[in-house]
């Protein structure tokens, strides 16, 4: 066989895997008695999208197949309190029990959910693929990651074949990366949304003030929705990138923000949940004050040459900003010599690399105008800010 038929034997059989079938040759003659042939073609552009539509379409049925074992449906019973919506300085309670999902941590039974999903439950029950449905109990609950560990009866263990998710290394998530959100919104078990991460490295606000709970937090536009809460968010080899937590609402109206959800972090994730199993809690580094991005009216106003660093609002009595000499209305530029751009920097920095009884050093310009260097020691966290 010549070199010619060899590459369209190949292109053939590749043709065949996708799924493209070439059009027929129509022969005729022209006037001379020459025998010719005309072939018809559809639109490039319009092949190219057939083929993408099928490829797309077979990468997110394997994805499904892939994880639909390992995502939970859970129900409670009891009273669910939502910490990060507060009313006259209360956290919001819903009676009568709520649901949300999760996902097989390890072959020890073990699932990943969220704190706003467990807390005040006093029964949990946990739904697997195959139908069945088992008691539940928490192993562990961080309020300030939002996360929680919950445990399924020994049972399940015999009786399901438990595969655990892995989580993607966060140093590999970029903007625009396609994700997956798979849980159970509204009870509709097992339902699978796509989006794209918008952006990475968001920090956790609570909506009504403005205190931050925690950083490294995913934004991204696949749909995430009641009931998808504490479900993972997944990579195309289905890994989770992140723990669904919830989509931003309008607080006039209550309506959804279009495309404006997000989750909580792999680095978050690998961080909090062995502390959850192994201790039953999660020690936060907490410094104590109250902070803000340096906005460029700011700037010009205090006389700086560019709008970088962290404005500090409020500080905490007693605690240890406070201890070290730090006041309000200074600027923190640096920490541990890292410069910090803004407060989501800041935050992330404290969160991934400190724990409660550590040093730090703050390059800091105090509210007379005075740059200097102060050392604080971290304490474990008991506000939110």
């Not at 969220?114 to 109990?137: C, E, L, M, R």
């Not at 949940?273 to 907490?286: A, C, F």
């Amino acid at each position: 066989m010549d070199t010619i038929s060899l590459k369209r034997s190949f292109a053939l059989m590749i043709l065949s895997i996708l799924g493209v079938t070439l059009p027929a040759l129509e022969p005729f003659k022209d006037g001379n008695g020459d025998i010719h042939a005309t072939i018809t073609t559809m639109n490039s552009q319009e092949a190219i999208s057939n083929i993408t539509a099928v490829t797309t379409d077979a990468i997110i049925s394997d994805l499904f197949n892939k994880v639909k074992d390992s995502v939970i449906e859970i129900i409670t019973v009891g009273d669910v309190i939502n910490p990060k919506i507060t009313i006259d300085g209360a956290p919001l309670v819903y009676g009568g029990g709520g649901s949300g999902s999760g996902f097989v941590f390890d072959i020890n039974g073990n699932i990943v959910t969220n704190y706003h999903v467990t807390q005040g439950a006093d029964v949990i029950y946990v739904k697997f693929s195959s139908g069945n449905s088992y008691p539940a109990t928490i192993i562990g609950e961080d309020p300030y990651s939002d996360l929680a560990v919950i445990q399924v009866d020994s049972s399940a263990l015999f009786r399901e074949n438990l595969k655990p998710l892995q989580i993607e290394n966060s140093s590999e998530m970029h903007v625009g990366q396609q994700v997956f959100a798979v849980g159970s919104p509204r009870g509709l078990t097992l339902s699978v949304s796509e989006g794209i991460i918008s952006q990475i490295n968001r920090i956790d606000l609570n909506i009504i003030t403005g205190r931050f709970w925690t950083g490294g937090l995913i934004q991204t536009d696949a749909a995430i929705n009641p009931g998808n809460s504490g479900g993972p968010l997944l990579n195309l080899q289905g890994d989770v990138v992140g723990v669904n937590e919830y989509g931003l609402v309008d607080i006039a109206t209550g309506a959804s923000e279009q495309g404006l959800n997000f989750a909580i972090g792999p680095a978050t994730i690998q961080r909090v949940i062995p502390e959850l199993i192994s201790q039953g809690t999660y020690e936060h580094p907490w410094l104590g004050i109250e902070i803000a991005d340096v906005t460029p009216l700011f700037a010009d106003s205090v006389g700086l040459s560019d709008a970088r660093g962290v404005f500090i609002k409020n500080v905490a009595s007693e605690g240890p900003a406070e201890k070290a000499g730090i006041t309000p209305f200074s600027i923190i530029f640096s920490v541990d010599g890292n410069v910090v751009r803004d407060k989501s920097e800041l935050i992330d920095y404290v969160e991934n690399n400190k724990l409660p009884g550590d040093d730090i050093s703050l390059n800091i310009i105090t509210s007379d105008g005075n740059r200097s260097d102060i050392t604080s020691v971290l304490e474990q966290r008991e506000e939110p800010f």
